[in-house]
């Protein structure tokens, strides 16, 4: 059973920065592709990035220059550095992890961003 959990969510100014952590449980090395989505209230959940197996990378336009993922397969977690953060981003963002050859996809609980002042 595959399990993701988000954490390093939170209330940070416009301007600030955020990372979020996405932990994986069971083996990272076989996941296809790994993302970030976000959902804004009232709104259809967006894909923010995601990062391939081969390391190569996808930014929604929104985010690009100012957000960034990656992953430590040792660590077996996933993270999204997000860098002037907007109050447009504020959002609950989910992980995904999508496996290969009809293995599925899965989701986290979700971590609740607010960008305020």
């Known amino acids: 059973q595959v399990q993701l959990v988000?954490?390093?969510?939170?209330?940070?100014?416009?301007?600030?920065s955020l990372r979020l952590s996405c932990?994986?449980?069971?083996?990272?090395?076989?996941?296809?592709?790994?993302?970030?989505?976000?959902?804004?209230p009232g709104k259809q959940r967006e894909l923010v990035a995601r990062i391939r197996s081969g390391g190569e990378t996808t930014y929604a336009d929104s985010v690009k220059g100012r957000f960034t993922i990656s992953r430590d397969n040792?660590?077996?977690?996933?993270?999204?550095?997000?860098?002037?953060?907007?109050?447009?981003?504020?959002?609950?963002?989910?992980?995904?992890?999508?496996?290969?050859?009809?293995?599925?996809?899965y989701w986290g609980q979700g971590i609740q961003v607010t960008v305020s002042s």
Request: aromatic residues 10%; contains cysteine.
């Open 74 to 105: 040792a660590k077996k977690t996933v993270y999204l550095q997000m860098n002037s953060l907007k109050a447009e981003d504020t959002a609950v963002y989910y992980c995904n992890a999508v496996y290969p050859n009809g293995g599925g996809s």
């Open 23 to 40: 932990a994986v449980s069971g083996s990272i090395f076989s996941i296809n592709i790994m993302g970030w989505h976000r959902q804004a």
């Open 6 to 16: 988000e954490s390093g969510g939170g209330l940070v100014q416009p301007g600030g």
